[in-house]
T-cell receptor, first 115, second 110 residues
Framework: DAGVIQSPRHEVTEMGQEVTLRCKPI?????LFWYRQTMMRGLELLIY????????DSGMPEDRFSAKMPNASFSTLKIQPSEPRDSAVYFC?????????????FGPGTRLTVT | QKEVEQNSGPLSVPEGAIASLNCTYS??????FFWYRQYSGKSPELIMS????GDKEDGRFTAQLNKASQYVSLLIRDSQPSDSATYLC??????????FGKGTMLLVSP
């Protein structure tokens, strides 16, 4: 089975530009999580969806960040406008929540650099 | 604020030795506990999960849980250079989300 798929793997953009990160969860998983990882702050949960519905977005740092999950097999995380402090690795993870115990499986990540 | 604490390391062990990685958590209601391994430049990979007090063994890995002390550990027997990575402890507290520690870097020298 394919794991979690993310694209692009690397993104370099200039400050002020819009950035869109994409994620395809593992087939059959009904929860999806967006994380950001930096050396200083570690792995931070930004938002998570259950059955395509956003459940908790309290980790989204600012209104510049938004996330959508239009269907069970696709999600996007958008940053508009981007800033240098948004530079980080962004991970998407999915899990099968109906059964517990909430094991999450991570995609390869998108390394974002904002200059 | 739910917290998961780990020593950042690096923890250096010689090849063949036992590596012991430790984690404490603040939420006494936590129910499920996970260890992830993350190689440099890669994503976290789930290697162990434990849900009840005691030990759980899987190959060279043993996870230990003590809910009374709010403590979970990972032992790696016969450590190999390929085990060199950052190990993340993650805790679930009854909801869908996990709280991650910042990880312990393990270095296994040949």
């Amino acid at each position: 089975d394919a794991g979690v798929i993310q694209s692009p793997r690397h993104e370099v953009t200039e400050m002020g530009q819009e950035v869109t990160l994409r994620c395809k969860p593992i087939s059959g998983h009904n929860s999806l999580f967006w994380y950001r990882q930096t050396m200083m702050r570690g792995l931070e949960l930004l938002i998570y969806f259950n059955n395509n519905v956003p459940i908790d977005d309290s980790g989204m740092p600012e209104d510049r960040f938004s996330a959508k999950m239009p269907n069970a097999s696709f999600s996007t995380l958008k940053i508009q406008p981007s800033e240098p402090r948004d530079s980080a690795v962004y991970f998407c993870a999915s899990s099968e929540q109906n059964r517990g115990p909430y094991e999450q499986y991570f995609g390869p990540g998108t390394r974002l650099t904002v200059t | 604020q739910k917290e998961v604490e780990q020593n950042s390391g690096p923890l250096s062990v010689p090849e063949g030795a036992i590596a012991s990685l430790n984690c404490t958590y603040s939420d006494r209601g936590s129910q499920s506990f996970f260890w992830y391994r993350q190689y440099s430049g890669k994503s976290p990979e789930l290697i162990m999960s434990i849900y009840s007090n005691g030990d759980k063994e899987d190959g060279r890995f043993t996870a230990q849980l003590n809910k009374a002390s709010q403590y979970v550990s990972l032992l790696i027997r016969d450590s190999q250079p390929s085990d060199s990575a950052t190990y993340l402890c993650a805790v679930n507290s009854g909801y869908s989300t996990l709280t991650f520690g910042k990880g312990t870097m393990l270095l296994v020298s040949p």
